[in-house]
């Protein structure tokens, strides 16, 4: 069974400019998360959908937003970059949200730098 | 503000010794999960622990849940080379996971 992908790996963009991030699940997996990491900060959680549906969002600023797509598809989007928005953007897959035992697996993840 | 915190930040031993990285937190998590991450790889997750107190072994690496549900602890024996990356825990409120701030490992041949 494939993993979890997204494309790009690697992404270099400017300040004032947008990027959308693309991550493929596992299939049958219907839940996708957003991570941003970074060596300050750690992993945060940004955001999770569900079934095309965002059901959770982290403390992120509106300039940071998904979707998801009927086939579990998602796609995440930042406006305006700022130079602190350079990080590791991970994805993590899972069959369905909310059980505790709920194993998340993560793609390799996008590597933006903001110049 | 991060919920949970990791110690040591960084540790590096030479094969062969023991090790133990700690997860604290102030908050009651209904389950906490430990991942370990490798260069340009995507966290993979290890073990998930639900009941307070919950000990639960992988081969060398053993994991405890606290009493209270705040805290955990994974000791690995024997270190290996193969055992080299950042190891994390997450905490899970409500349907949320909160990562702790990562511990580097390095084991020296």
């Known amino acids: 069974k494939a993993g979890v992908t997204q494309t790009p790996r690697y992404l270099i963009k400017t300040r004032g400019q947008q990027v959308t991030l693309s991550c493929s699940p596992i299939?049958?997996?219907?839940?996708v998360s957003w991570y941003q990491q970074t060596p300050g900060q750690g992993l945060q959680f940004l955001f999770e959908?569900?079934?095309?549906?965002?059901?959770n969002k982290g403390n992120f600023p509106g300039r940071f937003s998904g979707r998801q797509f009927s086939n579990s598809r998602s796609e995440m989007n930042v406006s305006t970059l700022e130079l602190g928005d350079s990080a590791l953007y991970l994805c993590?897959?899972?069959?369905?949200?909310?059980?505790?035992?709920?194993?998340?697996?993560f793609g390799p993840g996008t590597r933006l730098t903001v110049l | 503000t991060q919920l949970l915190e990791q110690s040591p930040q960084f540790l590096s031993i030479q094969e062969g010794e023991n090790l133990t990285v700690y997860c604290n937190s102030s908050?009651?998590?209904?389950?906490l999960q430990w991942y370990r991450q490798e260069p340009g790889e995507g966290p993979v997750l290890l073990v998930t622990?639900?009941?307070?107190?919950e000990v639960k072994k992988l081969k060398r690496l053993t994991f405890q849940f606290g009493d209270a549900r705040k805290d955990s602890s994974l000791h690995i024996t024997a270190a290996q080379p193969g055992d080299t990356g950042l190891y994390l825990c997450a905490g899970r409120t409500g349907n949320q996971f909160y990562f702790g701030t990562g511990t580097s490992l390095t084991v020296i041949p």
């Open positions: 908050s009651v998590f209904s389950s």
């Open positions: 622990v639900v009941t307070g107190g």
């Open positions: 959908y569900f079934s095309e549906t965002q059901r």
């Open positions: 299939s049958g997996h219907r839940s």
């Open positions: 993590a897959s899972s069959l369905a949200a909310g059980h505790q035992y709920n194993e998340q697996f």
